[in-house]
């Protein structure tokens, strides 16, 4: 399976999910769109125009992408500007899981810092690769099997959905505590 | 010899009904309480009907979260509300509660992290997860917690589990010395999260062992696991002792309950001979009081080489705004004045916690010291209804992040310190040195 897109944004380490959307608007829509539209507000305004600008965009950083707050609402305000990817050199657990939660791949990448704004990319998940193909450099994805996978299947939903099935057929789903 | 393992592996062995280790890809992780606040609760529940009601339907049976005794909902973000879709979101998860029979705690009872472990909602060697990154707080307690996203969330409350979950690794940190006057768990959180840097423990469980550790109230330890996420670390873990079965205790018996044996032996220690991917040794007597700078809470610095204005404190939040903050903060203040050019914000981590500090004359101090007072909630540290800072306006916060743009303004400068560095700094309105200010024999 392969995605492509093009880089539109680098940023540098430890990038917050504060920086990505502000606390004060999430608790004020349950439309997930609505964080796309000021996603980076205080931080880097030009984000989305800039990434809607591809029909398919790139996000690069360094180390620690999407640290701190749990908000899934970071995950939103990315994807929903047309973002397909975000590679990076690490990404704290909270955000990754969000990230393979919503079909966001988080591509996680020794060194990012010979990828340029404007590449275009490659993403190949059966090859556990990346190819920048305005450089012709290859990267391998550090990436579990399992994570590939959930990546492959854009999230767990349908898994979650037939494990319920399965529990509701079993009755009591569980012992009473 | 089978290696021995950390009280995080034994944790999820024991939830798995089999040997965990570090590594292990675990499929489907039973997780034993569950908590929301009202910035994710409210899409959870919806993202909940929206994906599952049709399976339950097909089944034959009513939507029914897996077990209404181990979630519970707490409004604490933003309360009391702030706006329209606020309360909107408030009254969808009471509704939601009161159909599901889950508790759902009132605006003002407290900080979720406060109220969890207050509340014995939370106990050793559970696991527990909420949609907050401060959950690791409940590590103190020997828990194993951790922050989770809305569709995790919604998941949970379908299901009641974790999907590939892959057993954490442990870093140990090893604390010997004694503090020096004037230092507290926060200062010694400040600076390890100096020497870590905000990357420096990901994807690692932070447990903390060590004399210095051991001599510390429930309270401090709190303080520590809860900034712990602000080195990116998976959660944070301290070995469960007298005083945390103290606590669990005292906390059970407010609510009219007492310690079974099942939730004693649900509780777990680290062997001596378990593996860690890295042990990081802290002298603790070394430590100063400690601020950490804008605009990384990594970027930690002995309070005595600063001295910037400030025009607000804020004494609160998830990581210090229980009783012996407030205690050590009113110390410094009786008698004392806030500075004409700073804002003194006081928010009580709870209910319990409040009427604690009105009870023994606290909140009077603070109130005659010039305070703001506020009822329970994560007030600026949320940087939504209360205390927003303006662009060049400077905060020192006992709080957890001063990210840019944290509390309002990105053009505004947010500082990190403990309760005692907040009370100073709010008397002289630039950043101080609490020691001057320690009655006498204090440490």
Known sequence: MQMRGTVAKRFGDDINTDYIIPAYLLQESWDKQFFADHAFEGYDPAFGPTCRANKESIVVAGNNFGCGSSREQAVYAIKYNNVVAVVAQSFPDIFFRNCLNNGLLPIQIIDTSGISIGDELVVDLDSHSIRDNTTGTEYPIIATDAAIETMKRGGFLGFVRERLRQKLKAVPMRAPS | MVPGATITEKIVSRAMGRKAKAGDLIEALPVDKLYFNEVIGPPAILNFEKDFEDVYTESGKRLQVFNPSRIAFMPDHTVPSCSIKVSQGIRLMADFAKDQGIAMYKEGDGIEHTIASEEAFVLPGEIAVATDSHTCTQGALGSLAFGIGTTEGENLLATGELYSFTVPESIKFKVSGKFQRGVYAKDLVLHILGMMGEGGASKRVAE????????????????????????????????????????????????????????????????????????????????????????????????????????????????????????????????????????????????????????????????????????????????????????????????????????????????????????????????????????????
């Open chain 2, 208 to 443: 903390y062992v060590g004399p210095t550790i051991d001599s510390l109230d429930m309270e401090g330890r709190f303080t520590i696991c809860n900034l712990s996420v602000e080195m990116s670390a998976r959660t944070a873990i301290m070995n469960p002792d007298s005083k945390t079965f103290a606590y669990v205790n005292q906390a059970l018996s407010r609510r009219g309950l007492t310690m079974t044996d099942e939730m004693r032996g649900m509780a777990a220690i680290s062997d001596s001979d378990a593996t860690f991917s890295k042990v990081v040794e802290v002298d603790a007597s070394s430590i100063e009081p400690t601020v950490s700078l804008p605009h990384s809470p990594a970027n930690a610095k002995p309070v005595s080489q600063v001295t910037d204005r400030i025009d607000s404190v804020f004494l609160g939040s998830c990581a210090n705004a229980r009783e012996s903050d407030l205690t050590i903060a009113a110390k410094i203040l009786k008698g004392r004045k806030v500075s004409p050019n700073t804002n003194l914000l006081v928010i009580p981590a709870s209910r319990r916690v409040y009427n604690w500090a009105m009870d023994n004359g606290l909140l009077k101090i603070f109130a005659d010291a010039g305070a703001n007072i506020e009822s329970s909630n994560c007030g600026p540290c949320f940087g939504k209804h209360m205390g927003i800072l303006a662009p060049g306006d400077r905060c020192l916060s006992t709080s957890n992040r001063n990210y840019k743009g944290r509390m309002g303004s990105p053009e505004a400068f947010i500082y990190l310190g403990s309760p005692a560095v907040a009370a100073a700094t709010a008397i002289e309105g630039r950043i101080a040195d609490p020691r001057k200010y320690l009655p006498a024999g204090e440490d």
